[in-house]
Each structure stands twice: as C-alpha cells, then as structure tokens.
C-alpha cells in the first residue's frame, strides 16, 4: 500500500517539528537561565563569604590598634603621675624655702612682692 504524503501531513510534520524544536529552546534557555542563576548566586555567596573576611580582618585590626592605643594611654599616665609627683616635690620644695625666707626676712619678701606687683601692673596696663 502505497501512501501519499499530502500538503496537509507537511503541514502537520512542519508544525511538529516547530513544536519540538520550541520546546528544545524553551528547555535550553531554562536550563540557561538556570545556570545563570547558579553562577550568579555562587558569585553573591563568594561575595558574601570575602566581605566577612574583610569585615573579621578588620574588626582584629580594630582591636589590635585599640588594645595598642590603650597600652600606650596607659604608659602616658603612669609617665605624668611620676612627672605630676616630680614637680610636686620640688614645688613643695621651693614652697619650703620660701617660706622660711619670708620668716626670717619679712620686710625684703613684701619689698619684692610688691615691685613683681608693680611690674606686672605696668606690663598689664601697656596692653
């Protein structure tokens, strides 16, 4: 039995071979589309994953540079406290010897307070 191929069965083998060839893109492209979505969300974890890392790094450098920072305000403070007490010294010092000074030379202690007072009046009034 011999069959014709008509204008008809073309048609129809046309429109199956579009149909198939369609749903081949249309797979193509969603498995594209997928890959792009894997690859795209590889990139934001990687991305994700080095900022941690960056923000870690710098959150250890932070405390580094702090800890420094205090050791070093630390060391500074001990450094005026010896100076404070240094100076405190030699002022209770001088104190001393001034006081004794004026015990036993009162009227030459008001004789220079009151000419360091006049000067400084007169430097004072100049400006």
């Given at each position: 039995?011999?069959?014709?191929?008509t204008?008809?069965?073309a048609k129809n083998?046309?429109k199956?071979?579009?149909?198939?060839?369609?749903?081949?893109t249309a797979?193509d492209l969603?498995?594209?589309?997928?890959?792009?979505?894997r690859t795209?969300q590889d990139a934001?974890?990687?991305?994700?994953?080095?900022?941690?890392?960056?923000?870690?790094?710098?959150?250890?450098?932070?405390?580094?540079?702090a800890?420094?920072?205090?050791?070093?305000?630390?060391?500074?403070?001990r450094?005026?406290?010896?100076?404070?007490?240094e100076v405190a010294?030699?002022?209770?010092d001088y104190y001393?010897e001034?006081?004794?000074m004026?015990r036993?030379?009162?009227?030459?202690?008001?004789g220079?307070a009151?000419?360091?007072g006049?000067?400084?009046?007169?430097?004072?009034?100049?400006r």
């Amino acid at each position: 039995m011999a069959t014709n191929y008509t204008a008809s069965d073309a048609k129809n083998d046309l429109k199956d071979n579009a149909n198939q060839t369609a749903n081949k893109t249309a797979s193509d492209l969603r498995e594209g589309a997928n890959e792009a979505k894997r690859t795209a969300q590889d990139a934001i974890d990687s991305a994700k994953e080095k900022g941690q890392e960056a923000l870690d790094t710098a959150r250890e450098r932070g405390a580094e540079y702090a800890e420094r920072a205090r050791h070093e305000a630390d060391r500074l403070y001990r450094e005026g406290q010896r100076k404070v007490g240094e100076v405190a010294h030699y002022a209770e010092d001088y104190y001393d010897e001034m006081s004794d000074m004026v015990r036993r030379k009162p009227a030459q202690a008001l004789g220079i307070a009151a000419g360091v007072g006049f000067l400084v009046g007169l430097i004072l009034a100049r400006r």
